[in-house]
């Protein structure tokens, strides 16, 4: 089986007026079908600008990005914006939902807004993902009306709703109090389990890293570490 | 449309805000039906008053101007000189007035001799312009019958009507003698049958009618008229239908404008101003809605970046905001017109103590229509800036902040 992401020679340099800053250098990144890893490193080390990259929000400066055996790296801004909804999913650290929308309506987002509107098969499938991370009691709240973990499932829910190939996703636990953090944690690796979805976790916390069982460290732009497994 | 649905929820999301921008567009709106009624209603206004005593089209023989004739090859010659003794007349008036019969705008006809003369009392002489119709015509260009306030209105072979003014001023009374003395030095002594008040100054110490058939003498008119006066449903087309009469007849036609230019002028001067203002009002409502949909996209960039971030196109979020736009463009228009409506209906309603209107306002003529579209329209390309901002979102930097 060919691997889900393969991101060879990623370099990344911001210019600011005369400055160059080189955040990335030479990074090499393969992922295989249902790994769960963690992208570590200090604050500053590039793994943020490394996940946008993968996430095909930023474009690399100099190297290769394949993801499920498709070159990316050369597609337009259109062609990219298509490849993130049908292959990708997000979940950021702070949760982005849709305020003016219910859990359901959030969790279908991706798939109704280029479909052109809900239909309901894709409300039955938001709702069998509420319930799958355990709000099927909140399916029809407003996402304002709902606690800062049950925000992040429903984040979780709606990246999957596409039903992507890899999932990325940058500190996902970070706003979240240890409880719900375990919780969020314990879905995505049910979730990576049950799936085999491939998971890129992009995190400064150790014991998120502990997790996941693959650790890529990052260090003053380098890929240091990319081995291990739990 | 999902668009639709997003952009529906965004305005609903603080109803007090969006009922607060569909209100200012709606204001404004208001102000633009109310401006293009007072407008139209002051033009209609004077064209009433202008046009309710006279006529809208005049038909007259046409100028004749001096000609070389054409004749045998000599040294010799031949021209023909215009007369300015022999009054222009109109002799085929009869076949004229059947023509104008047939056409379906007209709405009266009063073929005339017009014509200058004097009102002889005693020692005190005044000008008068005399009219002289067919009696069962006396009505159709001016309201004279109803406007009798002593005698009446019946002609007869030797009565004449005069204005209330001209009475006034030579002390005349229905039913006494009077001496009209021409243009063409013919005295006659005329019955005065009534006098009249249309409160037209103009006519009211001008004019005197006669019948037809009474002023042919007086003017040495045997067959002919001077003149045909016609009456439309429209004044407006005045102009179109005196250029097809003169076309159809061989007559000059003038059209009731062109007689009174300036006011044509003064009407077209107060037209341009209501479009500046209605310009004002329809461009501060675009700025209205196109900054409320900036500080909405601004507020939202967080939404439109991880919308982005999971592919959804920029045109979709283009829509949202255009279509938000369009939305509040067709509610704050539907509104501003039922409200505009409503101010011109009640003071149209406003009358003076003297019977006349507060404000000749035309409650139907707030060009609705033209307010609707164009406040649509322009609401949706108020929001193309804000729409076109929220697409090129970076929604990296959107999520990141």
């Known amino acids: ?230 | 449309m999902f668009a639709l649905t997003v952009a529906h929820r965004y305005l609903f999301s603080n109803p007090a805000q969006t009922a607060l921008l569909v209100s200012g567009v709606a204001l404004g709106v208001t102000a633009f039906v109310f401006i293009t009624a007072l407008i139209q209603g002051l033009a209609i206004n004077l064209t009433e008053q202008l046009t309710a005593n006279s006529a809208h089209i005049s038909l007259e023989p046409a100028t004749r101007v001096a000609r070389v004739l054409p004749g045998a090859a000599t040294e010799t010659a031949s021209v023909a000189i215009v007369s300015t003794f022999q009054r222009p007349q109109i002799r085929t008036w009869g076949s004229t007035v059947a023509l104008l019969r047939t056409q379906s705008g007209v709405l009266a006809i009063s073929p005339q001799i017009s014509g200058s003369a004097f009102i002889v009392k005693g020692e005190t002489v005044a000008p008068v312009a005399v009219t002289a119709i067919e009696p069962a015509d006396l009505d159709a260009i001016s309201a004279i019958s109803a406007n009798i306030v002593s005698g009446d209105a019946n002609l007869g072979s030797d009565g004449i009507l005069v204005g209330a003014r001209l009475a006034e001023n030579l002390g005349l009374s229905a039913g006494e003698p009077v001496l009209l003395r021409t243009d063409r030095g013919i005295d006659r002594l005329l019955t005065i049958r009534g006098v009249f008040r249309t409160r037209v100054q103009a006519l009211d110490e001008r004019v005197a009618y006669l019948s037809i058939q009474t002023a042919r003498p007086l003017f040495r008119l045997p067959e002919g008229v001077t003149n045909i006066e016609i009456k439309l449903v429209e004044p407006a087309e005045a102009r179109d239908v005196a250029s097809f009469l003169q076309q159809a007849t061989g007559l000059r036609a003038t059209a009731w404008q062109d007689k009174n230019a300036s006011l044509e002028e003064a009407l077209t001067a107060q037209a341009r101003t209501g479009r500046l203002i209605q310009a004002f009002s329809l461009i501060s409502v675009l700025i209205g809605i196109a900054s409320a949909l900036s500080l909405s996209a601004n507020r939202r960039r967080s939404e439109i970046g991880i919308m982005r971030a999971f592919g959804v196109s920029s045109a979709f979020i283009a829509a949202v905001f255009i279509l938000q736009g369009l939305l509040i463009g067709v509610a704050g228009a539907s509104l501003g017109c039922l409200s505009g409506f409503a101010l011109c209906s009640w003071l149209a309603t406003l009358i003076r103590p003297d019977g006349t209107m507060a404000l000749p306002i035309a409650p139907g003529e707030g060009g609705y229509v033209a307010v609707f579209a164009l406040t649509t329209l322009g609401a949706v390309l108020a929001s193309v800036i804000p729409a076109r901002s929220a697409a090129r979102l970076d929604p990296l930097e959107a999520i990141q902040q």
Do not use: W, Y
């Not at chain 1, 690399?60 to 993130?84: H, K, N, W």
């Not at chain 1, 499938?125 to 355990?134: N, T, Y």
């Open chain 1, 1 to 230: 089986m060919s691997a889900v992401l393969d991101a060879r020679a990623i370099g990344m340099t911001f210019r600011n007026g005369d400055e160059m800053t080189e955040v990335l250098r030479d990074v090499d990144l393969v992922l295989e079908p249902g790994e769960l890893a963690a992208l570590l490193g200090a604050s500053g080390s590039g793994k943020s600008t490394l996940l946008s990259i993968v996430g095909l929000l930023l474009r690399p400066t100099t190297g290769s990005l394949e993801i499920a055996g498709s070159r990316v790296d050369t597609l337009s801004d259109a062609e990219r914006a298509l490849f993130r909804n049908q292959r990708l999913g997000f979940i950021f650290q702070f949760h982005h939902l849709l305020p003016d929308f219910t859990a359901t309506e959030n969790v279908a987002f991706p798939a109704a807004a280029p479909a052109g509107g809900m239909s309901a098969a894709m409300r039955s499938r938001a709702r069998e993902l509420l319930a799958r991370v355990g709000l099927a009691d909140r399916m029809d709240f407003p996402a304002t009306r709902l606690s800062g973990g049950q925000k992040q499932r429903v984040a979780i829910a709606r990246a999957l709703m596409n039903k992507p190939q890899l999932i990325l996703a940058d500190e996902p636990t970070g706003s979240l109090d240890r409880v719900a953090a375990e919780q969020v944690l314990d879905l995505m690796r049910e979730v990576n389990h049950e799936d085999k979805a491939t998971f890129l976790i992009c995190t400064h916390d150790e014991k998120v890293a502990a997790r996941c069982t693959r650790r890529v460290m990052l260090k003053d732009g380098r890929v240091e570490q990319a081995l291990q497994e739990n």
